[in-house]
């Protein structure tokens, strides 16, 4: 895990503008809205266990879960001030920030949390001939479900491997496994931790290859940051005898700029207390770790994560 360094973790916490600074000294009370993701995706399942931890921890908090199609969706309810907290890949959470991309301005959101790593798959038959990215021209691709962060990430490296022409679909996990397996689909992209299950099961029923994506990688860090990072998925998943490298970026639990300080804190609280209680097979709630959550880039922390993180910090 990454250290911060005291005055780098001082700089982290300025409070993003239109924060509610301070902290409530007052238990918290009040209904929230959090825009997860797809139902019985990984990112509802980390919503819904995360929402009854807080309500379990302070009973004066109701959080009501969204299912969504993920990243771009719940960054845009944020901004639309119908959901109070969001879980986002992190280089849609930037774009969000700086009003670029699929924004067209700033939404006024800031971190609560860095929490896991996300691994890009390209997912093909075994017997296909597709061996690089660039080789997908022309065929038929799923890039994830509309507003999703997999169809941000996906976009992006086709781009960057010079693809064009091809047949692209919207299609989310379970749709893509489905095309796939009866044929309709070449390849289709997903973000998610290793293994996904969903991909896992696919692999247990049809032969599939997981196409390298590691060429991509320093194009996308010169276009966006380092946002994107270079990874592997490791050997003995989805069968694999070897490592697959590709591209990465994490999860964030992000929030309204504007949500109380105290409330904010009290949530962070719990996300770390009950961190144990979060684990999903594909989301995985319990390597949170407090110095590897404040590394959310140029999303700024909010007050009341900062608040939490500095208790931590001492």
């Not at 700089?11 to 809205?33: I, K, M, Q, T």
């Not at 771009?72 to 907290?85: C, H, K, M, T």
């Not at 639990?253 to 999903?280: I, N, P």
């Amino acid at each position: 895990m990454p250290s911060v360094s005291r005055r780098a973790f001082l700089a982290l916490s300025v409070a993003a503008p239109g924060a509610v600074a301070g902290c409530s000294a007052s238990e918290p009370r009040g209904a929230l809205r959090l825009a997860a993701g797809p139902e019985g995706g990984p990112y509802e399942t980390f919503g819904r266990r995360l929402a009854d931890e807080i309500h379990r921890t302070h009973p004066g908090l109701s959080v009501q879960v969204l299912s969504t199609a993920a990243s771009v969706q719940n960054l845009r309810l944020i901004g639309e001030g119908r959901a109070e907290l969001g879980l986002t890949l992190a280089d849609s959470a930037a774009d969000a920030i700086a009003g670029r991309a699929a924004f067209p301005r700033p939404v006024p959101a800031a971190a609560i949390a860095r929490l896991y790593l996300n691994y890009l798959h390209l997912v093909v038959p075994a017997g296909s001939p597709v061996l690089t990215s660039s080789q997908l021209t022309g065929r038929t691709v799923s890039l994830g479900a509309a507003e999703s962060g997999t169809s941000v990430m996906a976009e992006r490296v086709l781009a960057a491997a010079g693809v064009s022409g091809i047949a692209a679909r919207q299609l989310g996990l379970p749709e893509s496994v489905a095309a796939l397996r009866a044929g309709q689909l070449d390849a289709f992209f997903w973000s998610g931790g290793v293994p996904t299950s969903a991909i896992a099961r696919l692999a247990e029923q049809t032969p599939i290859r997981l196409v390298p994506l590691d060429a991509q990688e320093p194009v996308l860090r010169r276009a966006y940051g380092p946002v994107y990072e270079s990874v592997s998925i490791p050997a003995g998943a989805y069968g694999r005898a070897g490592p697959t490298p590709t591209v990465g970026t994490p999860s964030y639990l992000v929030c309204a700029a504007a949500l109380d300080a105290g409330t904010v804190r009290a949530v962070t609280e719990v996300l770390f207390r009950r961190r144990d209680s979060l684990q999903v097979p594909d989301a995985p709630g319990s390597r949170l770790d407090e110095r590897y959550a404040v590394s959310t880039g140029t999303v700024p922390l909010h007050p009341g994560a900062a608040g939490y993180y500095r208790a931590v910090y001492g």
